[in-house]
């Protein structure tokens, strides 16, 4: 038994260290489940709440404490109706997360395809919609579309896209270098101060980019634009070579570290309308 008690004591030495190292790692995953949603404002608001109430409880001040704490339960309640869409999304993320899953990002050959195929439709202002998934299951969206299981081409994404073909208006899903499906329906953006000249294929796009984790590559039918949503923001109008750059960096984090936003220095988040210079509105709100 003096090798039991040798190992239980080497446990108890190394618990502390486990338990907050396993603390820290829920805690940074909430953060960053909170950071792509508006809930993070709740969790300020939050903040600031509880130092005023350790402000109150430190200096004494009863009547601010009595205040506070008789207004406590209607704030869950409140709290709990106000950002109902926002604690539906994440719980929604929290289930549909699968942390061991295999490679899901296409080969560089392939994303090529793709960009490429994205700028034939763009030079003849024809739209598409492509959605490359991460870590959360979007197997609901692809039940939605025809399935396809092709191998990746430039050629078919553009025989697809570019005549009225049935599957021309939905969306296709590229995951584990495949063309899982086309046709596919994603759901609109829920934001309200989108640009109103916006069609469905942007705000199907940023919806998408609101619900999961998935990355969306959208060319307007209208301007030609190529564009990409994640993390519940439009960059719009983007190069061929922006475009495979974050794409690549996106589903590949290991490629380059830091905030993935760092790498489009000169793209806008788009949310309001601006003007270009050449009397074409530009949704610029916040720049990047």
Same mark, same amino acid.
């Given at each position: ?20 190292? #396993?603390? *820290? ?11 792509? &949603? ?17 402000? *109150?409880?430190?200096?004494?001040? &009863? ?22 869409? +926002? ?7 929290? @289930? ?21 195929? *994205? ?25 939605? @579309? &025809?399935?396809?299981?092709?191998? #990746? ?8 896209? +570019? ?28 934001? $309200? ?5 916006? @069609? &469905? ?9 609101? $619900? ?8 307007? +039918? ?39 936003? *760092?790498?489009?220095?000169? #793209? ?21």
């Amino acid at each position: 038994m003096d090798w039991f008690q040798r190992l239980s004591h080497i446990y108890n030495s190394f618990r502390p260290v486990l338990d907050i190292a #396993i603390l *820290a790692f829920l805690i940074y995953k909430a953060y960053e489940l909170l950071a792509k &949603t508006q809930a993070v404002q709740l969790v300020k608001g939050a903040g600031v709440l509880a130092l005023v109430y350790g402000i *109150a409880v430190l200096f004494k001040l &009863t009547t601010l404490q009595w205040i506070l704490n008789t207004l406590a339960p209607g704030l869950f309640v409140a709290v709990a109706i106000v950002f109902q869409p +926002e604690l539906r999304k994440i719980i929604l993320r929290m @289930g549909q997360t699968e942390f061991f899953r295999p490679d899901s990002k296409p080969r560089l050959g392939q994303l090529e395809a793709v960009v490429t195929a *994205a700028e034939v439709l763009s030079r003849e202002k024809r739209g598409m919609l492509v959605v490359f998934p991460r870590r959360i299951n979007i197997k609901s969206v692809i039940e939605t @579309g &025809t399935r396809l299981n092709a191998d #990746i081409s430039s050629s078919l994404i553009v025989a697809v896209f +570019e005549f009225d073909t049935p599957l021309h208006d939905g969306a296709m899903i590229i995951q584990n270098g495949k063309i899982v499906a086309a046709g596919c329906f994603l759901p609109l953006s829920e934001q $309200q101060d989108i640009r109103k000249s916006f @069609g &469905t294929r942007h705000r199907a796009s940023l919806g998408m980019s609101e $619900q999961s984790d998935a990355v969306v590559l959208v060319v307007s +039918e209208e301007t030609g634009a190529i564009s990409l949503a994640f993390d519940a923001k439009l960059y719009y109008n983007l190069s061929p070579l922006e475009v495979t750059r974050k794409i690549r960096d996106l589903l590949d984090p290991g490629v380059r570290k830091g905030n993935p936003d *760092a790498a489009l220095p000169e #793209i806008f988040a788009v949310t309001q309308s601006g003007d270009d210079g050449a009397g074409k509105g530009r949704d610029i709100i916040v720049e990047r």
